[in-house]
């Protein structure tokens, strides 16, 4: 190892003048132990804060229609045995709805009736793609939408039925289904 050249430790008499000269009268400084901190206060999340309450401004002066919001699960089923690309055209709304029928203000024993007698006749003249207008179930209870879970039920268990999906927004939305029919036979 390389050793290096020693300093001298002592300053003149003339460089200790002058450097008192230049800045004045020196004293020693005599190392203390730190104040201890204050504890800070818990931090505040205002802008969290802010963002909340311009959400409910928002939400108060927003041009959409909070009831026009989708509101429910979409239906959705496909017979066992047929191509899943079927039921995703329909969701896409590549078939042409050749029949609809509206079940609004309907108890549940008469859009029973209604539905059975509606697809009996579609599947008689050989349409192919059908919409039940069923509604979102907006005004229901607290039971929930009830003609939509009885088409929902009503559906599943028809021979007939190939396949059915919840209408695109423009066709009305959850508020209605889109039901392919099997083929008429001969």
Do not use: N, W
């Not at 206060?41 to 928002?58: G, I, K, M, S, W």
């Not at 203000?105 to 207008?133: D, N, P, W, Y």
């Amino acid at each position: 190892m390389r050793k290096r050249p020693r300093l001298s430790p002592l300053v003149s008499d003339e460089d200790r003048a002058l450097f008192e000269e230049a800045i004045g009268p020196v004293r020693r400084h005599v190392a203390t132990e730190p104040e201890q901190a204050k504890p800070r206060p818990a931090p505040e999340p205002r802008q969290f804060e802010l963002d909340e309450a311009r959400v409910l401004e928002e939400l108060m002066t927003m041009p959409i229609d909070p009831a026009e919001i989708e509101v429910g699960e979409e239906l959705s089923y496909l017979r066992d045995g047929y191509r899943p690309d079927l039921l995703k055209r329909l969701k896409r709304g590549s078939f042409s709805v050749q029949d609809e029928i509206d079940l609004h203000q309907m108890t549940a024993e008469v859009a029973r009736s209604a539905i059975s007698g509606f697809l009996a006749e579609a599947h008689q003249r050989g349409l192919h793609c059908v919409k039940l207008i069923h509604g979102k179930g907006l005004r229901s209870r607290a039971a929930g939408p009830v003609i939509k879970r009885l088409v929902d039920r009503m559906l599943r268990q028809r021979d007939d039925v190939v396949a059915f999906a919840s209408a695109r927004a423009e066709q009305g939305g959850t508020g209605a289904a889109l039901v392919l029919l099997k083929a008429r036979k001969g």
